[in-house]
């Protein structure tokens, strides 16, 4: 059985109709009634469903939307704004892990001197806000978040405690390739050295130094597109142009310039884990047979090494949050790090916690085993693959063909390849770049998230259909901003006000919300998500011939409760044929709730003693469906109308004993 505190466990089922009750507990409930309930009637979880908020977006209720806005004029969420009624709204999602995104402390042109921070200078920032990827210091928390910011790091404890009382963990970012310009630990515990604080800066490479350097030349702005203002024309008494730091360090991209382009990570700079400037390791490298091994193995295999400071400085870094109660960490753009730190880093997190939740961003296919066996990744985006091939196929501009393709070369690590179809990355599929439409997502939502055992990601705001339209300074719309202040508007609607009811939210986004509910309710809970995926293609047909291209379906075999999933992405309903062989449909000989067979006899025999009218096909997302199961000398029919861009979730099972 998957448990909240073993991501890779087997499935447990509870049925569906008592999680939909579950989610309709009385709204005037005291909200430590509603934890209590939640945490006696949470049910068991067949995979890992991963909601990631943007942290200072989320609770904000500020719809001013103000480009290149201040806190004061557009506002900003906080970690309070996740209350008992958020998380619970939250974990009726079938969601058992929340990424918070843009939690360690991160430049800003905000000003938060009174507080004994130091000022931030804008010209090396992006947006007012700033990206939550420049931290500048990872023994702290962002001080946007807290209602207090003197008492940031209670509210962020206190918010560890409330998610896990609602039985789902906590994920947080760690940047490991680079951060800020300015970055400076001032919070780090007793003895602890800030990155870069013993640099030998006289040399562009030491294996000890955390940073690169440019020897006797000083950092400078890059140059930006005419009319570009860091802060959008608002007054700052950095804003000049100019950026101390002598001698300039690489930047976060690895660009080696003391001036770097406009277009390159500027904001940041690359650390160092002992590759050398011309790209030689300066570290022991990793034992050959440690791929596939235990992380036990590999914690023995490094105990005894010298390694780079910065390995010793970021491991150290993860096992402050891993004390504070977080339960894992995305790792972003984890493939610009050495393989062997990752063995080193997370065999020492799996040390501490043998179940923590380990993500990271990998978009090169060719590495993706070398990720997960040696560096020993749980999970890593399955982007570069399968998401890129949905998105071309709701945008009509690649066959469905190309999924059963996608999938196919991952087929050895499928359990490891994270699905999604947002993030903060990535555009929205409301956008008018992407689909132009929520509801263009829909089938699309089946596919990613009913296809693998893997854990499906969503994106706050995905489930109502925001569309990232607004263009709010730094970058530009189609992604909801991670640069500066906003407001995410759809997403307001379903908050309404910190009630978390969905009360303003539109008809159509209300749908939407429910049908996500729906899909992500049998992701997390159904018997089947744990058993063999069989794709359908080849038996399908449709009565539309160019329908052929637009509809994917496919099977997850269970013994008492198999899935059929068929996905139309299509403008116009498709009425679906399945003709599966007796071969493929081995699940369809469903035993009962009693254990006994109601067919014992293979399905191609003549004697049949038992009517197809023995078994059930329930649509788990639409019960006014019509759907015709029969059978048909060694095959099994199966057809079934599936609306335009929409899916349907076919569950067979066997009548009760009594009644065969």
Same mark, same amino acid.
């Given at each position: 059985?998957?448990?909240?505190?073993?991501?890779?466990?087997?499935?447990?089922?509870?049925?569906?109709?008592?999680?939909?009750?579950?989610?309709?507990?009385?709204?005037?409930?005291?909200?430590?009634?509603?934890?209590?309930?939640?945490?006696?009637?949470?049910?068991?979880?067949?995979?890992?469903?991963?909601?990631?908020?943007?942290?200072?977006?989320?609770?904000?209720?500020?719809?001013?939307?103000?480009?290149?806005?201040?806190?004061?004029?557009?506002?900003?969420?906080?970690?309070?704004?996740?209350?008992? *009624?958020?998380?619970?709204?939250?974990?009726?999602?079938?969601?058992?892990?929340?990424?918070?995104?843009?939690?360690?402390?991160?430049?800003?042109?905000?000003?938060?001197?009174?507080?004994?921070?130091?000022?931030?200078?804008?010209?090396?920032?992006?947006?007012?806000?700033?990206?939550?990827?420049?931290?500048?210091?990872?023994?702290?928390?962002?001080?946007?978040?807290?209602?207090?910011?003197?008492?940031?790091?209670?509210?962020?404890?206190?918010?560890?405690?409330?998610?896990?009382?609602?039985?789902?963990?906590?994920?947080?970012?760690?940047?490991?390739?680079?951060?800020?310009?300015?970055?400076?630990?001032?919070?780090?515990?007793?003895?602890?050295?800030?990155?870069?604080?013993?640099?030998?800066?006289?040399?562009? #490479?030491?294996?000890?130094?955390?940073?690169?350097?440019?020897?006797?030349?000083?950092?400078?702005?890059?140059?930006?597109?005419?009319?570009?203002?860091?802060?959008?024309?608002?007054?700052?008494?950095?804003?000049?142009?100019?950026?101390?730091?002598?001698?300039?360090?690489?930047?976060?991209?690895?660009?080696?310039?003391?001036?770097?382009?406009?277009?390159?990570?500027?904001?940041?700079?690359?650390?160092? #884990?002992?590759? *050398?400037?011309?790209?030689?390791?300066?570290?022991?490298?990793?034992?050959?047979?440690?791929?596939?091994?235990?992380?036990?193995?590999?914690?023995?295999?490094?105990?005894?090494?010298?390694?780079?400071?910065?390995?010793?400085?970021?491991?150290?870094?993860?096992?402050?949050?891993?004390?504070?109660?977080?339960?894992?960490?995305?790792?972003?753009?984890?493939?610009?790090?050495?393989?062997?730190?990752?063995?080193?880093?997370?065999?020492?997190?799996?040390?501490?916690?043998?179940?923590?939740?380990?993500?990271?961003?990998?978009?090169?296919?060719?590495?993706?085993?070398?990720?997960?066996?040696?560096?020993?990744?749980?999970?890593?985006?399955?982007?570069?693959?399968? #998401?890129?091939?949905?998105?071309?196929?709701?945008?009509?501009?690649?066959?469905?063909?190309?999924?059963?393709?996608?999938?196919?070369?991952?087929?050895?690590?499928?359990?490891?390849?994270?699905?999604?179809?947002?993030?903060?990355?990535?555009?929205?599929?409301?956008?008018? =770049?992407?689909?132009?439409?929520?509801?263009?997502?829909? =089938?699309?939502?089946?596919?990613?998230?009913?296809?693998?055992?893997?854990?499906?990601?969503?994106?706050?705001?995905?489930?109502?259909?925001?569309?990232?339209?607004?263009?709010?300074?730094?970058?530009?719309?189609?992604?909801?901003?991670?640069?500066?202040?906003?407001?995410?508007?759809?997403?307001?609607?379903?908050?309404?006000?910190?009630?978390?009811?969905?009360?303003?939210?539109?008809?159509?986004?209300?749908?939407?919300?429910?049908?996500?509910?729906?899909?992500?309710?049998?992701?997390?809970?159904?018997?089947?998500?744990?058993?063999?995926? #069989?794709?359908?293609?080849?038996?399908?047909?449709?009565?539309?011939?160019?329908?052929?291209?637009?509809?994917?379906?496919?099977?997850?075999?269970?013994?008492?409760? =198999?899935?059929?999933?068929?996905?139309?992405?299509?403008?116009?309903?498709?009425?679906?044929?399945?003709?599966?062989?007796?071969?493929?449909? *081995?699940?369809?000989?469903?035993?009962?709730?009693?254990?006994?067979?109601?067919?014992?006899?293979?399905?191609?025999?003549?004697?049949?003693?038992?009517?197809?009218?023995?078994?059930?096909?329930?649509?788990?997302?639409?019960?006014?469906?019509?759907?015709?199961?029969?059978?048909?000398?060694?095959?099994?029919?199966?057809?079934?109308?599936?609306?335009?861009?929409?899916?349907?979730?076919?569950?067979?099972?066997?009548?009760?004993?009594?009644?065969?």
């Amino acid at each position: 059985m998957f448990r909240l505190s073993s991501p890779r466990a087997a499935a447990g089922f509870i049925s569906l109709c008592s999680v939909l009750l579950f989610s309709c507990t009385n709204s005037n409930s005291s909200e430590s009634e509603t934890v209590q309930a939640a945490s006696m009637n949470t049910p068991p979880q067949s995979k890992p469903v991963v909601y990631q908020v943007f942290t200072r977006l989320f609770g904000n209720t500020n719809s001013t939307n103000k480009p290149w806005g201040s806190i004061e004029e557009n506002g900003v969420g906080k970690f309070n704004d996740f209350s008992n *009624t958020a998380l619970s709204a939250i974990r009726q999602m079938g969601v058992s892990h929340i990424w918070f995104t843009g939690v360690p402390h991160h430049a800003t042109a905000t000003d938060y001197t009174q507080y004994g921070i130091a000022l931030d200078d804008p010209d090396v920032i992006k947006g007012r806000a700033g990206s939550p990827y420049a931290v500048k210091d990872y023994y702290d928390v962002d001080p946007d978040l807290a209602q207090d910011p003197a008492q940031r790091m209670a509210e962020f404890e206190a918010l560890i405690a409330r998610t896990h009382a609602h039985n789902m963990q906590v994920i947080i970012d760690i940047v490991p390739n680079h951060v800020a310009r300015g970055y400076r630990s001032t919070q780090a515990p007793p003895g602890v050295a800030s990155l870069g604080a013993n640099d030998n800066t006289n040399t562009v #490479y030491a294996r000890d130094n955390n940073f690169y350097y440019v020897p006797g030349k000083a950092f400078q702005v890059p140059e930006q597109p005419e009319g570009f203002h860091p802060t959008g024309g608002a007054a700052h008494p950095l804003v000049d142009g100019m950026f101390d730091e002598s001698p300039a360090k690489w930047t976060g991209n690895g660009a080696t310039a003391a001036q770097p382009d406009a277009n390159d990570w500027y904001e940041t700079v690359k650390i160092n #884990y002992g590759m *050398t400037a011309e790209g030689k390791t300066d570290f022991p490298t990793l034992a050959p047979g440690l791929a596939n091994q235990d992380s036990a193995a590999h914690y023995a295999y490094w105990q005894d090494k010298q390694l780079p400071d910065s390995w010793y400085k970021m491991r150290d870094i993860a096992l402050f949050w891993l004390a504070k109660g977080v339960d894992g960490f995305r790792f972003d753009m984890a493939e610009m790090v050495p393989v062997a730190f990752w063995s080193f880093l997370n065999s020492s997190i799996k040390h501490h916690n043998p179940d923590a939740f380990i993500l990271a961003e990998v978009y090169q296919p060719d590495r993706y085993r070398e990720y997960i066996q040696s560096g020993l990744m749980d999970y890593l985006y399955d982007k570069v693959g399968f #998401y890129d091939s949905l998105k071309l196929v709701i945008q009509n501009q690649a066959s469905v063909t190309t999924l059963d393709q996608a999938a196919g070369d991952v087929v050895d690590i499928e359990s490891s390849m994270l699905h999604f179809l947002e993030n903060h990355d990535e555009q929205r599929i409301a956008s008018k =770049p992407f689909a132009g439409s929520a509801v263009k997502g829909k =089938p699309a939502l089946a596919v990613s998230a009913l296809k693998s055992d893997a854990p499906f990601m969503l994106y706050f705001g995905q489930e109502v259909g925001e569309d990232g339209s607004e263009n709010m300074g730094y970058g530009q719309a189609s992604r909801t901003t991670i640069f500066d202040y906003a407001g995410v508007p759809a997403h307001q609607r379903w908050m309404n006000e910190g009630k978390f009811d969905g009360a303003r939210l539109t008809e159509k986004e209300r749908s939407l919300r429910d049908y996500y509910q729906s899909v992500l309710h049998v992701a997390a809970y159904h018997p089947a998500m744990d058993s063999p995926t #069989y794709s359908l293609l080849q038996y399908q047909q449709a009565a539309r011939q160019q329908q052929t291209d637009r509809v994917y379906s496919f099977l997850r075999d269970h013994p008492h409760q =198999p899935l059929i999933v068929i996905s139309n992405f299509d403008d116009d309903e498709a009425a679906m044929t399945l003709t599966l062989p007796e071969s493929l449909v *081995t699940a369809f000989q469903l035993a009962n709730s009693a254990g006994v067979k109601p067919q014992a006899e293979p399905l191609n025999q003549k004697q049949r003693v038992t009517p197809w009218s023995a078994y059930r096909v329930k649509n788990l997302l639409d019960r006014t469906a019509k759907i015709t199961l029969s059978h048909q000398q060694d095959a099994v029919v199966v057809k079934v109308n599936v609306p335009a861009h929409h899916a349907v979730v076919l569950e067979v099972s066997a009548l009760n004993a009594a009644k065969l």
